[in-house]
């Protein structure tokens, strides 16, 4: 294989892998960078999160700034209305290494259970990883299915 058609094969392979990532929204990230962001299962947007099962949420983040501890912080905006998520675990160090240093690339990897009783509606996921100020900030659209 020749160095073009090596250089070709990468950039496919590159192509297909951020393909799988989710069109999400920055909402103000400020202590760090989003690289990318994975909600699985989600197959479209709005991500159906299906009830009685958990959804799993990867983010890869490269730090702007020293980060000794921070808490996740999960909304659905419904009619404009933030409404608190509850987590198992708002340590968001349970979900990546601390403590983490400026320039570091960061994986937080944390799921979320759907439950039964939630409404079937489309609602906006507001996901953040405050520090004292906004480690990571996204939205993305899910809907709420059977
Ligand atoms: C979510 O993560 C857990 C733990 O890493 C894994 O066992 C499970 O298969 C994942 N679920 C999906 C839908 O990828």
Same mark, same amino acid.
């Given at each position: 294989m020749n160095s073009s058609m090596f250089l070709a094969v990468v950039c496919l392979a590159i192509a297909a892998a951020v !393909?799988?990532?989710?069109?999400? @929204?920055?909402c103000g990230s400020k *202590? !760090?960078?989003i690289d990318a962001i994975d909600i699985n299962p989600c197959s479209s947007i709005p991500c159906p999160f299906k009830k009685g099962t958990s959804v799993n949420v990867t983010i890869d983040f490269t730090a702007k700034a020293d980060i000794s501890s921070a808490k996740s912080s &999960?909304?659905?905006i419904i009619a404009s209305v933030p409404v608190p998520f509850p987590l198992k675990d708002s340590d968001a160090c349970h979900f990546m290494k601390c403590p983490i240093k400026s320039g570091d690339k960061v994986t937080y990897k944390n799921s979320v259970d759907v439950l039964t009783a939630y409404p079937e509606i489309t &609602? *906006? &996921? @507001?996901?953040e990883i405050v !520090?004292?100020?906004d480690v990571i900030c996204f939205t993305v659209p899910v809907k709420i299915v059977s």
């Open positions: !393909a799988t990532n989710i069109p999400v @929204k920055d *202590l !760090a960078t &999960v909304h659905g &609602v *906006l &996921v @507001k996901w !520090a004292e100020q």
